[in-house]
């Protein structure tokens, strides 16, 4: 359920990219990286600052994170305090990221669009590697436990409940947003972006916006990710686990349907713990290294779906127009009309 949570967040911002916008973010491991390697590298530093912890955060790592999570036993409020903020630091560090990529690419369609997103997205991995202070490099960092004060058994159960909560309340902006004027607008823009400029539209403004919100969401998912791990490694956030795999949930879901993005993810999800857990079992029936069981498999599925089911297992559902008539009826519907077209 903790993994089914952060990837519920991380492919609902997929789904407002891709499902109802029409944006291949083929690099959304992007967003989900940096909002991890904020997570990783600055509630460490502040509460070693508070708790007056020295030691290079980086080289002594270890030291200093056993020594913020003994402190943070007696300090509870403070942990939380700082979890929140970090969340926000993520969500502004993934919309910085989203507006940076979005800027010199949002013009292209297509497949220049895509391998373009691409490319960005695996300079996430690169920078992580090689600049050692921001996540100690190929090494990885631990990352302080806001929950340290709970007993070892009873700290996942927790850990999970508020990751499905918040997972909950990203569900509930996502799709209230999608069944606002706005949600309209997005599709508009997906279905014909010419149109909806004749509109009077700004469609360049509307995708660049679109970027850096979902991007700020997936990075919250990525902080989540690195929060309930308890550590970073900058090769853990490949293109594999981070963009493919949300990219296959979303398909077996089905686009532009939030629902269609549970039904996939727990399916997608389940059906991997499954493999995970039972490859031992599984590997004298399977003629190659069991290793490889889940991306064949799960590759397999995503074949399937894509011949004979591609609009996923949920459709998408269209919006109820608005509904014509006199008196008050006409003049409600009238300001529904400015508001999506204003």
């Known amino acids: 359920m ?5 990837y519920v967040v991380v492919n ?6 891709f499902g109802y916008t029409g944006i291949p973010n083929f690099g959304k491991v992007l967003a989900v990286g940096g909002g991890a390697f904020v997570a990783a590298a600055v509630p460490g530093r502040i509460f070693a600052g508070m708790a007056g912890i020295e030691g290079d955060y980086i080289r002594d790592n270890i030291a200093v994170v056993s020594g913020v999570n003994a402190w943070l036993v007696d300090n509870t409020g ?11 630091l993520a969500a502004a560090a993934g919309a910085g990221l989203g507006l940076i990529t979005s800027y010199p690419v949002i013009r292209l369609r297509g497949d ?5 997103l691409l490319a960005f997205g695996e300079s996430i991995r690169v920078v992580g590697n090689n600049f050692s202070p921001l996540v100690g490099g190929t090494l990885g960092v631990q990352v302080p436990d806001p929950l340290s004060f709970l007993p070892g ?8 409940i508020g990751l ?8 509930v902006y996502s799709e209230r947003t999608m069944r606002s004027p706005l949600g309209r607008m997005l599709r508009a823009v997906r279905d014909d972006e010419v149109a909806a400029g004749a509109l009077g539209k700004d469609t360049i403004r509307i995708r660049t916006r679109v970027i850096m919100v979902s991007a700020a969401l997936a990075a919250i998912g990525g902080a989540l990710y690195a929060f309930y791990a308890g550590g970073v490694i900058a090769f853990a956030y490949d293109r594999a686990s981070w963009t493919f795999w949300p990219f296959l949930m979303i398909l077996i879901g089905g686009l532009a ?6 039904v996939g993810t727990l399916i997608f999800v389940t059906l991997r713990k499954v493999i995970i857990f039972h490859k031992d079992s599984l590997a004298p029936a399977v003629p190659f290294d069991v290793a490889w069981l889940d991306f064949l498999l799960l590759g397999v599925i995503l074949l399937v779906v894509l011949l004979y089911r591609p609009q996923g297992i949920m459709v998408e559902k269209p919006t ?3 509904p014509h008539g006199r008196g008050p009826l006409r003049s409600g519907a009238r300001r529904a009309f400015d508001l999506l077209f204003r």
């Not at 403070?78 to 926000?88: K, S």
């Open 78 to 88: 403070i942990g939380f305090a700082v979890f929140f903020m970090t969340l926000g």
């Open 320 to 322: 109820p127009t608005i």
């Open 12 to 17: 609902l911002s997929l789904n407002m990219e």
């Open 2 to 6: 903790a993994i089914f949570a952060v």
């Open 112 to 116: 220049y669009l895509a391998i373009t």
């Open 257 to 262: 349907n939030n629902k269609g993005v549970l």
């Open 153 to 160: 058994e009873v700290r996942f159960p927790v850990a999970t």
């Open 164 to 171: 499905v909560a918040i997972a909950a309340c990203v569900y």
